[in-house]
C-alpha cells in the first residue's frame, strides 16, 4: 500500500448541523446550501484529499440536480448513493418493516429508483436500515418486521443485481429507532447468509466506525473477520466517545483501535480493488472542510504507523497471543 | 399521599418531534403551532391530569407571547421556566463557560430575563446545562471552565434569590454537548455544595429519570440521597432504554426501578411541600397526548403499587439487606 | 400454556459464590460441597419448582461423580451439561482458538467427552465459549482465530450428531476473557449460519437473558427472531442492571423486557417441543434456594400477567406500532 | 517535568489472577507466594522503574508481614496502603453501610489499624469502598446507608488526622456491589465537601483510571477539576475497552484520552509535592512483571509526547474550543 487508499466523503458533513434541540442547525450559514454548493465548498477546500462522494436519495442527489452536481464535482465521481428514508418523517415508523402497504411499497419504489441512479453512475448503493426499528417494547410484530426486512433487503439486492450495482449494508444499534433491528455486525451477517441462502451475493458491509465502537465491536476483528468472509466491502470512517454516534474527526479518540484497524485492512488487502475510505462526519461546531481535511491528515498518520510495525514479528507474537510483546512493536513504529 | 402528586408537564412534548434526521421532525403537522396552541391542545385533551406546564424561555414562553399562553393555560399554572440556551445555535460551543466574554454575557442576560420572568410568574426556574461541555478530548480549557461555569450558576442563583425563585439544576451526560459537565447527580451536589459555599442555598435538583437511567444512576437510591441533603427539587419523569435521553413514557421501561422511585418518594413525603411529578416526554411517533396521558395513567398505578408495599417490613428486610424478602413484598403488592 | 413451562437450574447457583476479589467466596460454608451435595440441598430445598438440573463437564459433573449425583437428583434430570474450558486455568487465552495444537486439541478432546456423557444421560450440551476472546487490541490473530473457533464448533455439532445431542450455543460480549467473539445473538447466528452450511443443523441458541440485556438485545425481539429460524433452543433465565453479567433474580428488573419475552414465548410456542426455563442464577450474597424460589415464582406471576394480555388487541396495536395502545393493554393486564 | 513522575506498584498484580470462574487464579503458580516474594519478584524485575509499593490491609500487609516485606523492599517503600474490607466476605454486604452493629464496627476497628500502620510507615491511605453498595433494588435502606458511610468516612479522616495519614478517596461504579453507592468522581466530591463540613481537609481524591473510564469520565478534564479543588492525591493508572474494570496496561486503548490526562497532570504541576503515579493492573494471562513495564514505558511515552506538545498555541485554541486545531498541535507532537 505505497499510495494511499482512495478515498470518498458524505456530502452531509457540509449541511447546516442540525440536532433535535436546533432545527436550524449549529452552522446556519449553510441551511440554504444546494448540494452542488455543499460539493463546490468540499472539492474546493479538499481537492485531491477526496476521490469521491456520496450522497443521499432523494434528498441530497436525485434525477433533477445530477447535472448541477456533476459539474461541481469536477473530475471527482459519486462513489456511493445512500438510501435516505430515515430523512422522510413518512418512514418515522418503518419502511421496510411497515405493515402498511402503501408505505412500504413508496420505500421500495424511492429505493429502487437510488439503485437505478447508482448504476448508471457506476456507483455503489448503502443501504443503512437506521428507521427499521422500534422505540418501545411491546410496540413490534418481530416476527412478520424480520420477515419484511430480509425480503426488502432482498428485493433491493435483486435490483442492484440487475443495474449491476453492489449493495453495501450498515448496522447501527440505535438512533433514530430507538432500537434498530440490524443492530450489529452479526445481524448484519445474519442478513448476509439469508440473502445468500436465496443465492444473492452481491451485498457486502459498510463498516461505520463510530457504528462499531458504540457497539463495543472492536474494529481490527471485524474487519478481518469480514475480509475471510469476502463481505469487506466499505469504510464510513469517523471516531467517538463510544456511547452515541458522534461522527468525529478520525483519530480523535479510539486511536489504538483505528491502528489495529488500519493494520488489519492492510493484511486483507483492502483497497486492491478498489475498496475506498469514506469518511462519515458531522463536524457539529467545527469548520466542515478542516474537520475532513484533519480526519483524512491523521487517518494517513495512523496508516503510516501501521505500515512502520514489524507485521512478521507482530503475527509470532499474535500466534502466542501474547499482549505485552505486540504492544511492545505497536509503541516502536509509533517512535517509542 | 391519599391525593395524587400534582404534575406538570414540558410544553416541548407538543411540538414537531425533530432529530437530527428530519428537522422538520416526525409530525410536521404540528411545525406552525404557536406555544399557546400547543398549550390549548394539551389542556383540552388533558385536562386535570395536568396541573402545570413548563416551557423554555425564551423559545416557548416570553414576554411577547405571555398573554396568550396564559389565555390558553386556563386555571393550568405554568411551574418552571427553563433555560434555554441550548436552543440557540450561539451557544453551540458553549454559554456560561465561554471564553468569549460577548456570548457568555448574552447567555447570562438571557437567563436573568427568564429568572426575571419565572418570578414575576411565580414560577421556578430549571438550569440544564446541556450545552455547557465539549465534543473533543483536547477542546477545552477545563480550569477555566469550570470556573466559568460555577461562577454563572452562582449569579444565576443569586438572581433567582433577588426574584425570589427556586433554582433547579439538572443533569446529563450526553446530548447535545458531547461530554456535558455537570455530567451526573455527583456533579450536581459538588455545584451545589460550591454555591452553598458562597452562601446560596436556594438550588435543589430536578431529578430527570431517563438522564439518571443512562447514566446507571439508581432512581430510588438518588431520589433518597437528594432528599437528605434537603435539594429533591423536581422530577422530570419519563423512562427509557438505558443509553440514550429517550424520553419515553413513564413505565414503560425501568419499571421495577420506577417503582423503587415512587416508594422512595412517599418516604420522602415528597409533594407536601408543593413539589410535583414533571413530565418530560418526547413522544417521536406517538400521539402527543396519548403518550402523556399514558404516563400519568402508568405513574398512577405504579405509585398505587408502591403505596400498597408493607413498608415496615421492608424497611426490617433492608436493615438485614435481604433481597429476597424485599422482593417477596415488592410482588406480593404487584399482586403475586 | 395452561400448564407451567418445564425448568432447569445450573448447580452453580449452590456454590461458595468467588469474585476475583474473594477467592473463598462470599459464602465460604459452601466451600466444600460436593455436587452431590449442592444437588441434594437444591432438591430438598426447591422440589418440584425445578425439574432438572444443569452441570459443568467435568467441574461439576463427570464420569466419576455421576452415581452419587443421579442419587441425589432423584427423580430430576440432567438437563443439560454445559463445557466448562472456562473454568480451567490451562485455557485462560483460549482453547478453541488457540494456536498451539496441544491446548486446541485437549480442549477439543474434554468437550467430546462432555458431549458423550450428555447423550449417555439423554441431556443437551451447552457451549458458552466464553474463554475465546482476547484481552487486548492487537493480541490475536482474528481471521485465524475465527476459522478455529467455527472450525472446532463444527467438530463439536457433528460430535454431538453421532451422540444424538443438541448442541445449544451461548453468547455473551464479555467476561472471562474481555472480548469474547461470538459476542452476541447476531454472531451466535452467524456460526449457526456457517455450520448449517456445512451440513450441520443441530445447533440452536441459548439465550442468557443477562448476556442479552448487558448487550442491549432486546429479549422478546430475539426470542420471535430465533424461533422464526428455527433456532430457539433453551433460555437461562436471570436479570441484571444492564451492564455486568449479574445473574440476578428473575424479575428483579428489566421486568418489562422479561414480561415481552414471555409474551414472545407464548407466541412461539416454546415449550411444546419440550423446551424448558432454565435458571442461571449467581446469588452472590443471598440464600441460594431462596433466590431460585423466588426467580421461579416472580417468572410464574410475570407468565401469568403474558397470558392476561389480549394478544389479538396488542396485534393489531403492532400492526401500527401503536406503542401507546399496546402499552394500555399491557398495563391493564397488570391489573391498571 | 524534566525527571520523571515517581511510582508506585499495587502489588496484587503478582498474585494468582483470579477470576469469579477460576478461584484459583490464571497464574495458579503465584497462589501459594508470600508478599514478601511477590515484592521480591517485582523488585528484581522492575528495579527503579517503581519506586514504591501499595498494599491491601490487612491481606497483604499487616503487623505480622511486615518486617519480611521491608527487607524484601530494599530501598523502596510503602507508598500507600489500601482498605482491603471488599477481600474479606464478612462484608460481603457492606461495612461501613452495614446496619449491623457488630459488622460496621469491625470494619472501622480494622480500618482504623492500617491507618496506623500507615502513619507508622510515612505512607498515605487509600479506601476504595467497593462493597459499600447493593446489588438488587429495594435492597438497601439508602438514607440510612449514606448516612452510615459518610459517618464512617468522617471517623476515617479524623484517624488519618491524628496519625497524620493523606485519605485518598477512590471511586467505582460497580464490582464487587453491582452499585457502589461512591460510584463517580462527583459523588466523591459530594463526600468530601461533607467532610469539610465537618473541618476535616486531609481527604483527596485517587482518580483510578480505568473507573474512569467505564463510567464515561473524561480523564483530562477531571484532573484538571480535582487539581483546581485541591484535592488531586493520587493516579491509579491502566487501561481498559470502557466497560468493565479491565486493569490493563496503561496505553493500550484510551490513548488519546491518556495524553490529554499527561498534559492536564503537567498544566497542574502533578508531582511537585510529591505524588506520584501508581499503577493498579491485573494481568489475567500476561507477565506479571512485563506488563508493569509496558505500562511505565508506554505511560513515558506519552507522557513525551504530551510534553511535546505547543501548550501555549493549544491554550489559544482551547479557548476557542477550536478542535481543529487542537488536534494539528496533538499529531505535531505524535511526529504527524
Redesign the interface.
Known amino acids: 500500500m505505497s499510495e494511499q487508499l482512495k478515498t470518498s466523503l458524505g456530502i452531509w458533513a457540509l449541511g447546516?448541523m442540525?440536532?433535535?434541540?436546533?432545527?436550524?442547525?449549529?452552522?446556519?450559514d449553510h441551511a440554504g446550501d444546494t448540494t452542488a454548493q455543499k460539493v463546490r465548498r468540499a472539492v474546493d477546500g479538499l481537492g485531491d484529499l477526496i476521490d469521491g462522494y456520496e450522497f443521499h436519495y432523494p434528498a441530497e442527489l436525485n434525477e433533477d440536480n445530477l447535472d448541477q452536481v456533476r459539474e461541481a464535482l469536477g473530475d471527482h465521481d459519486v462513489y456511493c448513493l445512500c438510501g435516505g428514508l430515515?430523512?422522510?418523517?413518512r418512514f418515522?415508523?418503518?419502511g421496510f418493516v411497515s405493515?402498511d402497504t402503501a408505505i412500504r411499497d413508496e420505500a421500495l419504489r424511492i429505493t429502487f429508483r437510488a439503485i437505478d441512479l447508482a448504476g448508471e453512475l457506476g456507483a455503489n448503493m448503502i443501504i443503512w436500515p437506521?428507521i427499521e426499528g422500534?422505540?418501545?417494547?411491546?410496540?413490534?410484530?418481530?416476527?412478520?418486521s424480520?420477515?419484511r426486512l430480509i425480503d426488502a433487503f432482498g428485493q433491493c439486492a435483486q435490483h442492484c443485481r440487475k443495474a449491476g450495482v453492489t449493495l453495501f449494508l450498515e448496522h447501527k444499534?440505535?438512533?433514530?429507532a430507538?432500537?434498530i433491528?440490524m443492530?450489529?455486525?452479526?445481524?448484519?451477517?445474519?442478513v448476509i447468509?439469508k440473502l445468500r441462502a436465496q443465492g444473492l451475493d452481491n451485498v457486502k458491509v459498510n463498516m461505520d466506525w463510530q457504528h462499531l465502537i458504540m457497539n463495543?465491536?472492536?474494529l481490527?476483528?471485524y474487519a478481518?473477520?469480514l475480509?475471510?468472509e469476502g463481505v469487506l466491502g466499505h469504510q464510513h470512517a469517523n471516531s467517538?466517545?463510544?456511547?452515541?454516534d458522534?461522527d468525529?474527526?478520525v483519530?480523535?479518540?479510539a486511536?489504538?483501535?483505528t491502528l489495529?484497524l488500519a493494520?488489519?485492512l492492510r493484511?486483507a488487502g483492502y483497497g486492491r480493488r478498489g475498496e475506498r475510505l469514506g469518511f462519515d462526519l458531522?463536524p457539529?461546531?467545527?469548520?466542515q472542510v478542516?474537520?475532513v481535511r484533519?480526519s483524512v491528515?491523521?487517518w494517513r498518520?495512523i496508516d503510516g504507523v501501521a505500515a512502520r510495525i514489524d507485521d512478521s514479528a507482530?503475527?509470532e507474537a499474535?500466534?502466542?497471543?501474547?499482549?505485552?510483546a505486540?504492544?511492545?512493536?505497536?509503541?516502536a513504529a509509533?517512535?517509542?
Chains 1, 2, 3, 4 share one sequence.
Open positions: 447546516p442540525v440536532t433535535r434541540f436546533v432545527p436550524g442547525g449549529y452552522q446556519p430515515h430523512l422522510d418523517p418515522g415508523k418503518g405493515a437506521g422500534y422505540n418501545y417494547p411491546f410496540q413490534s410484530p418481530y416476527r412478520d424480520w420477515a444499534n440505535s438512533e433514530p430507538m432500537k433491528m443492530g450489529n455486525i452479526g445481524m448484519t451477517l445474519h447468509h463495543g465491536e472492536n481490527g476483528e478481518a473477520l475480509a475471510a467517538g466517545w463510544g456511547t452515541f458522534d468525529n474527526m483519530g480523535a479518540t486511536f489504538m483501535e489495529e493494520l488489519e493484511r458531522y457539529y461546531t467545527e469548520d478542516g474537520a484533519r491528515l491523521q498518520f507482530l503475527r499474535q500466534n502466542r497471543k501474547d499482549a505485552i505486540a504492544y511492545e512493536l505497536v509503541y509509533l517512535g517509542a
